[in-house]
C-alpha cells in the first residue's frame, strides 16, 4: 500500500496526535448488522450536470480539499474484539482516493435508460468494508453533452436528512467554486488491537453503571418512574399490535437477489404544491397519495385484487434536532403508514393519507419508535441485531417510501450547473422495491430502485407516478375529510393508522 500513499497530499501523524476511535451509535450499527449478500444497505443518488465533465486531476483536487470538511470520510470500520459491542470509525491509513473516484462512460445514445442501466449496475454490488464505505463515480457519454455524477455511500455512514454527504460538500451556490482553506490531511495510525479491546470491555462494563445512574436518577422523581412505565408499556403494547397485523402478501415482496434495476421520475414541485394548498396537505401527504396511486395501478396490471387493500410502507422521520444539522451518523425513527390503495379516487385518497400521517405524527406508534431508538444505545450487540431484524421484517410493510426535502436554489460544480438529482434508497432482505423521492430547484425526483428478477417492470410503475399526479390535478373535488365530496371508497372504514 505504500504507492496508495504516495496519491494523498498527507503528512504522517506524530503519536499524540492521533485521533479517538468513533463509536457507531445503535442506529448506524443496526444498518450493518442487516446487511445480507443479497440486501445491500448503501444509499446514494445520481447528479446530472449542464456541459461537459471537468478534468479528472481538476475533479480530484476539488473533492481532496473538500474531504477536509467530512473526515469521517476517510474512515474506516473496525470491528469490537470479540464482538463486545458496537464498531468504531478510524483513520484508514492506507486511504486512496484514486480507489473511490471512478470514470465511467455511457454507450451511445446516452439516454436516460442507459444512465438507469449504469446505476442499477453499481447498486448492485457490496461497498468494500475494509476500506471507507463510499465511492463516487463520474460518468460522460450523456446525451446533450451532459454529465453525470453517482455517489454511494453506506446508510450507516450518511443518512438523507443529516444534509452532509460528499455530493453536497462538493457543491456551491454560485458557479466559482468557494475558496476551502483545508488543513493538511493528517495521517493517523489505527489504534492497536489491545486498544480496541480496552475500549470494549470499558464499554460493556459502563452499560450497568449507566442503567444504575438511570434508575437512580428516576427514583429520586418518582412522577419519571410512572411516566417510563407507562412509556415503555404502551411500546410493548403497540410492537404486539404491529406483530399481530402483518403486510398484505404482494408481489413486491419474497426473496432477492443481488442483482438491482433503477427508475427516475421528475415532477413539478409546483404542480405538487397546487395540489397541497387546495387540499390543506403537506408536500410529503402528496408524494405518499402519488406513490399510493401508481401501486393500485401496478398492483392491478399483476392481477392483485385491490378491493380491500390497503399497502404498508415504511416510512423513516427525521428526529435530528435542528442543531445537529450538518453532521453524520443516522437520527431517525421509522413509521409503518398504511396507503389506501382501495380507494378509486386520487382525491380521496389524498386525503386518506393526509389524515393518517397527522396522526401517526402524534400516535403511540411514533412514541415507540422513539422509545426504542432510545433504549438502543444500551443494547448489547445480540440483542441489537435482533432488533433490527424485527424493525426491517417484511411481516410488518411492503416497500420503503423516503421523502427528503433539498435546496430551491441552483448548485453548481466547478462552474456546472446541476440539473437534476436523483435519490437512490435500498432493499431489505425480501423487499423487492424502495422509492426515494428527493426536491431540488423546483423540482420532486422519485428514484425507484428494484430487484432485477421481481421488478422487470420498473419502468411501468415509474411511470404510473406521473399519471398518479396527473389525476390528483384533475380530480379537484371540494376540500374535506375523507367520506365527503362523493367519495367512492371501498373497502376498510377505518382510516386510522395501524397503531
Not at 455511457?106 to 435508460?113: A, E
Not at 422513539?370 to 444500551?378: A, K, N, Q, Y
Not at 410493510?397 to 437512490?424: D, H, M
Request: charged share 25%.
Amino acid at each position: 500500500m505504500a504507492e496508495d500513499r504516495k496519491t494523498d497530499s498527507a503528512r504522517p501523524a506524530k503519536p499524540s496526535q492521533r485521533r479517538a476511535p468513533h463509536q457507531l451509535n445503535a442506529t448506524d450499527a443496526s444498518f450493518l448488522l442487516q446487511e445480507r449478500e443479497n440486501a445491500h444497505m448503501h444509499i446514494g443518488g445520481v447528479a446530472v450536470f449542464e456541459g461537459p465533465a471537468p478534468d479528472h486531476d481538476r475533479l480530484r483536487a476539488h473533492i481532496e480539499r473538500r474531504l477536509s470538511l467530512v473526515p469521517r470520510f476517510r474512515q474506516k470500520l473496525a470491528d469490537a474484539p470479540l464482538g463486545l459491542t458496537r464498531p468504531w470509525w478510524i483513520d484508514d491509513p492506507d486511504f486512496n482516493l484514486d480507489y473511490h473516484l471512478r470514470r465511467s462512460s455511457l454507450p451511445r445514445p446516452g439516454g436516460r435508460r442507459q444512465l438507469e442501466t449504469l446505476v442499477g449496475r453499481l447498486f448492485s454490488q457490496r461497498l468494500d468494508r475494509d476500506r471507507p464505505l463510499w465511492e463516487m463515480y463520474l460518468v460522460e457519454g450523456l446525451e446533450d453533452g451532459q454529465f453525470a455524477l453517482i455517489t454511494k455511500a453506506h446508510h450507516a455512514l450518511v443518512d438523507g436528512i443529516s444534509g452532509v454527504d460528499l455530493a453536497s460538500v462538493i457543491l456551491d451556490i454560485a458557479p466559482e467554486p468557494a475558496d476551502i482553506q483545508a488543513e493538511p490531511w493528517v495521517r493517523h495510525p489505527g489504534p492497536p488491537r489491545a486498544e480496541l479491546l480496552a475500549r470494549a470491555v470499558s464499554d460493556v462494563l459502563r452499560t450497568p453503571l449507566a442503567l444504575a445512574q438511570e434508575a437512580t436518577s428516576q427514583l429520586l422523581y418518582p412522577s419519571r418512574i410512572r411516566h417510563r412505565w407507562r412509556t415503555l408499556t404502551r411500546t410493548a403494547g403497540t410492537l404486539g399490535s404491529q406483530l399481530l397485523d402483518p403486510a398484505p402478501v404482494l408481489p413486491l415482496n419474497g426473496p432477492i437477489g443481488p442483482h438491482r434495476r433503477f427508475a427516475a421520475r421528475h415532477i413539478s414541485l409546483d404542480e405538487v404544491k397546487d395540489v397541497k394548498e387546495r387540499e390543506s396537505a403537506t408536500v410529503n401527504d402528496v408524494v405518499l397519495a402519488i406513490v399510493t396511486g401508481a401501486l393500485r395501478d401496478w398492483l392491478e396490471s399483476h392481477g392483485v385484487d385491490t378491493e380491500s387493500l390497503e399497502v404498508r410502507a415504511l416510512v423513516p422521520v427525521n428526529r435530528r434536532p435542528a442543531g445537529e444539522r450538518g453532521l453524520l451518523g443516522n437520527r431517525l425513527a421509522v413509521l409503518r403508514a398504511s396507503l389506501p390503495v382501495f380507494e378509486t379516487s386520487a382525491t380521496q385518497r389524498l386525503r386518506m393519507v393526509r389524515d393518517r400521517m397527522k396522526e401517526l405524527k402524534h400516535s403511540r406508534q411514533l412514541a415507540a419508535a422513539e422509545t426504542i431508538v432510545g433504549l438502543s444505545g444500551f443494547a448489547p450487540l445480540t440483542i441489537l441485531a435482533q432488533a433490527s431484524r424485527l424493525n426491517f421484517s417484511t411481516r410488518l410493510f411492503n416497500l420503503i417510501v423516503t421523502n427528503v426535502p433539498g435546496p430551491q436554489l441552483p448548485l453548481y460544480l466547478l462552474g456546472r450547473e446541476l440539473e437534476s438529482i436523483a435519490p437512490v434508497a435500498f432493499l431489505p432482505t425480501d423487499h423487492g422495491l424502495s422509492i426515494a423521492i428527493f426536491s431540488y430547484n423546483g423540482t420532486i425526483t422519485f428514484g425507484l430502485l428494484g430487484d432485477y428478477e421481481r421488478m422487470g417492470d420498473i419502468d411501468e410503475l415509474a411511470d404510473a407516478l406521473e399519471v398518479s399526479l396527473q389525476e390528483l390535478r384533475a380530480d379537484g373535488q371540494p376540500a374535506g375529510g375523507p367520506g365527503s365530496g362523493g367519495s367512492r371508497a371501498r373497502g376498510p372504514k377505518r382510516t386510522a393508522p395501524v397503531a
